[in-house]
């Protein structure tokens, strides 16, 4: 099943019905190369409402199915996901970016919070540089 179905199936389980202007939205995030920002989508979808973007890609990111990925200069990627808590490592040449978990690294962070006194309610870990692609070039 491609992501575009998976989604629309995904979506209709929690009551949103799949209209043309969010299927096409799904299609242009299975069809995107890689990470892409709304913009590129709006630009990509100009017959589709800014809304209905923004709309999809918060439920999508609820459902876990597409997760946004900070970047240094406080813009924001988004990209299909395997879902779960999880980090990224982002590179800084070419944009990939892949994902990882680590129990220990979450463990610590929780302990750093709970030394600090502090209700951890989340947390969001990127890591910036080359990607193996990248240092071969
Ligand atoms: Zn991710
Ligand atoms: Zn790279
Ligand atoms: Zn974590």
Redesign the pocket.
């Known amino acids: 099943m491609s992501f575009a179905e998976a989604a629309t199936q995904r979506l209709e389980t929690i009551g949103f019905r799949s209209t043309a202007p969010r299927r096409a939205v799904l299609s242009a995030i299975q069809d995107a190369p890689g990470p892409f920002t709304i913009e590129d989508l709006l630009a990509e979808l100009p017959s589709v409402g800014r809304a209905t973007v923004f709309r999809t890609i918060k439920l999508l990111q609820e459902l876990e199915l597409v997760?946004r990925?900070p970047l240094e200069d406080g813009t924001a990627r988004y990209?299909l996901?395997?879902g779960g808590h999880?980090h990224?490592l982002v590179c800084r040449t070419c944009g990939a970016?892949a994902?990882f978990s680590d129990l220990e690294i979450d463990t610590r962070i929780q302990e750093q919070a709970s030394t600090h006194g502090f209700a951890l309610q989340g947390h969001s870990l990127e890591l910036y540089g080359r990607c193996r692609d990248c240092r071969r070039r």
Do not use: D, F, N, P
């Open positions: 997760c990925v990209q996901s395997e999880h990224h970016v994902e």
